[in-house]
C-alpha cells in the first residue's frame, strides 16, 4: 500500500505533486490546519504531514496520529511542532533550513537602502500630494562600512551583495575563522570593534541566551554616531527601548526592523519614528522562497517514506534503523562532548579532530562526527540539526579531522574530541557504560569519572585545598544543591578541575559570588539535552 500524506497548510501545487509523481497517496486539504478538531479525526489515517505554520501539531494531537512517521515543515521555524512529543511518538521532524536563505538576505539588503534613502517616508508623502525634496536627504552605500553580525549562510549571502555594492564589510562571528573571513572577503572583528566602527549594522544570528539583546543600552553607546541598524533576523537581538532613545536624539541615524521581540507586533517603541523603516516580518515572503521550501518538504518527505532516508531531520540523525538501536547512546554522548566544547568556547574554532577508539572506531563515524558538530554549535544556534551542522561547518572554514584506533585502554570504546582555535586547544573525552548512559571520562587530560545532567558546573583552578569547600560553602550558602561532585588534577599543584551535577542552573549573582573569591580561573554553568 503507498504510504499515504495529509498537506494541511498552503503548499504549492507543484509540491503536491511531487508526491503524487513519487507514488505516494496525498491528500491536498490547505485549510484543514486551522481545524483543529477536524484535524485530529483523521490524522489517525496518515503517514506523513506536510505543513507550515498554520498547523499546530501539539502533543495532544500526536496522540491521535497513530500511523504518523514523518512531519514536513515547509520553512525553518518548528515553534508550532512539539518535537518532545513526536520524538517519544517516534515521528520524525524535518524542516527546510536554506530555502529562505537568499530572501531574507535580499530582504536585509532591501530594508539597508530603505532606511539609506528614506523611502517609505519619502514615498507616503509623495503620495500624500507633497513635493519636499529637500526633507529627504539620505547617504549613499558606497564606500561604507557595513558591519555584519554573523556570517552563516544568510550572513554570507549579504557579504556577498554588500561587496557588490561596494561596500566595506567587517564580521562577527565566534565561529567564522580567519581563512573562512578571507575566503569571504571580510575582516573579522570582536564586537566592540564592530560597533564603534561600522555604518551599518545587520545581525543573521538565532535568538539564544548568547546572543538576546546583543545590542544591549551598553552595546549602543558604544556604537558610531550616526550608525544605521537593520535587523531582519530575530526579534530579541537588540533593546528596542534603548535603541528608540538614541534614535530620537540623533546617536542612531536610522534603524529598519523586520523582526520584534514580541510577535505579532501591534506596538513597539520603534513605532512611529520618522528614521525608522518597519515591515511585519516578510523574510522569507517570496514567491521564489515558498515555493522553494514547499517543493524540498515534498522531496524529503517522499525519500524517507519511500527509501527511509533522512534529511534535514530535527529530532534524529542519519542513521539505518539497524545501526540507531547500536549508536543512540553514542550518539547522545557525542552531542554532549560537541555541546561541552561548545560552551567553553568563545571564539572561532579553526580545527576539530575527533579520535574514535575501540567499539566507537567500528561505528556509523560520519553520523557521530555530525552529532558532536551539531552539540558544538547548537550553544550558539539553537536551529542547527545533524543535518546543517556539518554545512555550517564548513561554512566557517572549519578543518574536521577523525583518528580511528583499536582499543587501548579498560574502556570498550571512547570518544574524545579535540578542538583548537586561535590562541587554545582544548579536549575532552566520553564513553557509555553498560547502563547505556553516557559519562565524561577526561577533560583537559585529566581522568575523571563525570555524569552527564541537564544542570552542571565546571571550575578551573590551580590545585590547593580549600576550593571544595569553597565551592560547596558558595552554592550551599545560596541555595543551590549539588547532587553530584567530580574532581580532578594534572598534579599536585597544578591544574585542577570540578565538574558538578547540580539540581537547577545556579542564578548568574551566585555565579559572579564564585568568581569574586578569587579562587577560580573558570567558572562556566553548562546545560545538556539529556534523555
Not at 11 to 24: C, H, K
Not at 89 to 114: L, R, Y
Not at 266 to 284: E, Q
Not at 286 to 291: D, K, N, R, S, Y
Request: glycine share 8%.
Amino acid at each position: 500500500m503507498a504510504p499515504k500524506v495529509l498537506v494541511s497548510d498552503k503548499l504549492s501545487e507543484t509540491a503536491v505533486q511531487i508526491f503524487r509523481d513519487r507514488g505516494i497517496d496525498v491528500d491536498f486539504m490547505p485549510d484543514l490546519g486551522k481545524d483543529k478538531e477536524k484535524l485530529a479525526e483523521v490524522i489517525g489515517q496518515y503517514d506523513g504531514l506536510a505543513i507550515r505554520s498554520a498547523t499546530k501539531a501539539t502533543a495532544k494531537l500526536l496522540e491521535k496520529a497513530d500511523n504518523l512517521k514523518v512531519i514536513g515543515r515547509a520553512g525553518i521555524g518548528v515553534d508550532n511542532v512539539d518535537i518532545p512529543a513526536a520524538s517519544k511518538k517516534g515521528v520524525i521532524v524535518m524542516n527546510t533550513p536554506f530555502g529562505n536563505s537568499i530572501t531574507t538576505a535580499e530582504h536585509a539588503i532591501a530594508m539597508m537602502f530603505a532606511v539609506a534613502r528614506q523611502i517609505p517616508e519619502a514615498s507616503a508623502s509623495t503620495h500624500a500630494g507633497k513635493w519636499e525634496k529637500s526633507r529627504f536627504m539620505g547617504v549613499e552605500l558606497t564606500n561604507k562600512t557595513l558591519g555584519v553580525v554573523g556570517a552563516g549562510n544568510i550572513g554570507s549571502i549579504v557579504i556577498d551583495r554588500a561587496h557588490g555594492l561596494r561596500m566595506k564589510v567587517i564580521a562577527y562571528d565566534p565561529f567564522l575563522t580567519e581563512e573562512r573571513a578571507d575566503q569571504l572577503g571580510v575582516r573579522k572583528v570582536e564586537l566592540d570593534e564592530l560597533l564603534g566602527k561600522a555604518d551599518f549594522i545587520t545581525f543573521h544570528v538565532p535568538l539564544t541566551d548568547k546572543t538576546r539583546n546583543i545590542l544591549s543600552r551598553d552595546a549602543i553607546a558604544k556604537l558610531k554616531p550616526g550608525v544605521r541598524i537593520i535587523n531582519c533576523a530575530r526579534g530579541g537581538l537588540v533593546d528596542e527601548e534603548a535603541l528608540a532613545e538614541a534614535l530620537k536624539d540623533g546617536r542612531v541615524a536610522g534603524a529598519a526592523f523586520d523582526v520584534f521581540a514580541e510577535e505579532p507586533a501591534t506596538d513597539s517603541p520603534l513605532f512611529n519614528l520618522p528614521n525608522v523603516v518597519v515591515t511585519p516580518h516578510l523574510g522569507a515572503a517570496t514567491t521564489e522562497a515558498q515555493e522553494n521550501v514547499a517543493l524540498q518538504v515534498a522531496e524529503q518527505m517522499s525519500d524517507y517514506l519511500l527509501t527511509g532516508a533522512v534529511q534535514n531531520a530535527l529530532n534524529m540523525p542519519s542513521v539505518t534503523a539497524e545501526e540507531a538501536k547500536v549508536m543512540g547512546p553514542w550518539i547522545k554522548l557525542a552531542e554532549h562532548l560537541g555541546a561541552f566544547i561548545g560552551q567553553l568556547t568563545d571564539e572561532g574554532v579553526e580545527a576539530i579532530n575527533i579520535l574514535y577508539d575501540g567499539m566507537a572506531a567500528e561505528m556509523n563515524t560520519a553520523a557521530l562526527n555530525t552529532a558532536v558538530i551539531a552539540g558544538m554549535m547548537r550553544s550558539v544556534n539553537p536551529d542547527v540539526n545533524m543535518v546543517s551542522a556539518p554545512v555550517l561547518a564548513k561554512d566557517r572554514g572549519i578543518d574536521i579531522a577523525t583518528t580511528t584506533q583499536e582499543q587501548t585502554g579498560m574502556f570498550e570504546g571512547y570518544i574524545k574530541v579535540h578542538v583548537k582555535t586561535a590562541t587554545r586547544e582544548r579536549s575532552i573525552a566520553g564513553t557509555v557504560f553498560s547502563d547505556g548512559k553516557p559519562r565524561f571520562i577526561q577533560i583537559k587530560g585529566i581522568n575523571i569519572d563525570a555524569e552527564v545532567g541537564p544542570h552542571m558546573l565546571y571550575t578551573t583552578n590551580q590545585d590547593r585545598a580549600g576550593i571544595i569547600g569553597t565551592l560547596g560553602q558558595t552554592l550551599g550558602e545560596n541555595g543551590v544543591n549539588i547532587a553530584n561532585f567530580t574532581l580532578g588534577r594534572s598534579e599536585l599543584g597544578k591544574d585542577a578541575i570540578a565538574l558538578l551535577l547540580l539540581d537547577d542552573q545556579p542564578p548568574e549573582p551566585v555565579l559572579q559570588k564564585l568568581k569574586d573569591t578569587g579562587s577560580f580561573q573558570q567558572v562556566r554553568p553548562l546545560q545538556f539535552a539529556v534523555g
